[in-house]
């Protein structure tokens, strides 16, 4: 009764909370996320809230000697578990579905362009990527401008190695570069930076150095786009249950504070775009996936850690369904002038690329990293999430 986030997590995981009677896990969060919001916040629960917030405070401290073992405690796992549910790419951040058939390959590939439109990119441009997962933003961008240099910044080991690889097999590997080290770190000035699903990383204390950083690195003509995990209103610590298993240290921030942190730079906030459903979408495609590899996942781990990886893309897919969490890009320049004066420049920008062929379209941006064994979830194994 007292942490029942953590309870119920942990019951399922563990075999004590079991769905009987045709019902599923979705089914239960679902109801949880639908009624979650009108439940009144009593004395109780508000002191339960501060206790909270003062652990949060202190887990969410991240200097650079302790943000590698947080990350690796979740992206360091196999290779083998991402193949298994991710696009080819390899693509652990929200998609872009231009249409609600879209599969998740067509969805990805539409993000990454959706974030090249935004950088405005040019020819021999220098970007960094910041939190650069496996590579696959770095070298699309590379594919897409010619003479594009890209560094990119991870903190994973398994990361670092496989996205070095992938710029070696396609021949990029002069141009595009993985280094394992902290953003704080960097110290070279850039042309455009790019970041996605790494600030919920951050941590609210780290906020003002996180754009401070930005703003040194960027040149005088320089662009910035910050995709993120957001909270549609007041920001409160990670649910503990999430927080024990899944992403340690991690917290999801609002708006408000990312503006206000960027109002202590010389940093113009020229876009922001909020992306509601899109991630529900793609945390759909992600768990109908597992669920078609569960036993492949059992034999890779245990029973145990199927049911925690069920509960945290289920738990994710309806919170996101139901209002409770959202993703934000916000698009940042150093001169006022650097952004053309309306949003017409991106939609052309992606005019074209589509405009090129589905064949031509999936080219861009190095090799497949995917097993050549089927891997792929149809809606029929999971029908009633379709009726959201």
Same mark, same amino acid.
């Given at each position: 009764m007292l942490n029942p986030e953590l309870a119920i997590g942990e019951g399922f995981m563990n075999g004590g909370l079991v769905m009987e009677e045709g019902s599923t896990l979705y089914d239960f969060l679902d109801l949880c996320m639908v009624n979650i919001g009108s439940v009144r916040e009593g004395t109780m629960r508000k002191l339960l809230a501060g206790i909270r917030g003062i652990r949060a405070a202190i887990r969410n401290w991240n200097p650079v000697h302790l943000a590698q073992g947080k990350v690796a405690h979740h992206y360091d796992l196999s290779d083998d578990l991402f193949d298994l549910f991710l696009d080819s790419d390899r693509q652990y951040s929200c998609a872009y579905f231009l249409n609600p058939d879209d599969d998740l390959e067509t969805a990805q590939w539409n993000k990454k362009l959706h974030l090249a439109a935004?950088?405005?990119?040019?020819?021999?441009?220098?970007?960094?990527?910041?939190?650069?997962?496996?590579?696959?933003?770095?070298?699309?961008?590379?594919?897409? &401008?010619? !003479?594009?240099?890209?560094?990119?910044?991870?903190?994973? +080991? @398994?990361?670092? *190695?496989?996205?070095? =690889?992938?710029?070696?097999?396609?021949? &990029?590997? !002069?141009?595009?570069?993985?280094?394992?080290?902290?953003? +704080? @770190?960097?110290? *070279?000035?850039?042309? =455009?930076?790019?970041?996605?699903?790494?600030?919920?990383?951050?941590?609210?204390?780290?906020?003002?150095?996180?754009?401070?950083?930005?703003?040194?690195?960027?040149?005088?003509?320089?662009?910035?786009?910050?995709?993120?995990?957001?909270?549609?209103?007041?920001?409160?610590?990670?649910?503990?249950?999430?927080?024990?298993?899944?992403?340690?240290?991690?917290?999801?921030?609002?708006?408000?504070?990312?503006?206000?942190?960027?109002?202590?730079?010389?940093?113009?906030?020229?876009?922001?775009?909020?992306?509601?459903?899109?991630?529900?979408?793609?945390?759909?495609?992600?768990?109908?996936?597992?669920?078609?590899?569960?036993?492949?996942?059992?034999a890779m781990y245990d029973e145990r850690f199927y049911r925690m990886w069920e509960f945290y893309l289920t738990a994710c897919e309806t919170a996101f369904r139901h209002g409770s969490l959202m993703v934000f890009q916000i698009q940042l320049a150093k001169d006022l002038y650097a952004v053309p004066q309306t949003r017409d420049y991106i939609a052309d920008f992606e005019r074209r690329w589509r405009g090129r062929g589905a064949t031509t379209l999936r080219q861009v941006g190095g090799s497949d990293m995917r097993p050549k064994t089927p891997a792929v979830a149809t809606a029929d194994a999971d029908d009633e999430t379709r009726r959201a």
């Open positions: 935004k950088l405005n990119l040019k020819p021999g441009q220098r970007v960094l990527d910041i939190g650069s997962g496996w590579g696959g933003l770095g070298l699309f961008l590379a594919g897409l &401008v010619d !003479d594009l240099q890209v560094d990119g910044v991870t903190l994973s +080991r @398994e990361q670092h *190695a496989v996205s070095n =690889r992938r710029a070696e097999e396609a021949g &990029v590997a !002069d141009r595009v570069r993985y280094h394992l080290k902290d953003y +704080r @770190e960097v110290e *070279a000035q850039y042309d =455009r930076i790019v970041s996605v699903g790494m600030l919920e990383h951050v941590g609210p204390r780290h906020y003002d150095e996180f754009y401070g950083q930005v703003n040194r690195l960027l040149n005088a003509e320089g662009i910035a786009v910050v995709h993120s995990v957001g909270v549609f209103n007041r920001p409160e610590p990670q649910n503990q249950w999430m927080e024990k298993y899944i992403f340690p240290g991690a917290y999801t921030p609002s708006l408000r504070q990312q503006f206000t942190a960027i109002e202590q730079t010389r940093l113009y906030t020229t876009d922001v775009e909020i992306l509601r459903q899109h991630y529900a979408e793609t945390l759909n495609r992600w768990r109908l996936a597992c669920a078609a590899q569960k036993d492949r996942i059992v």
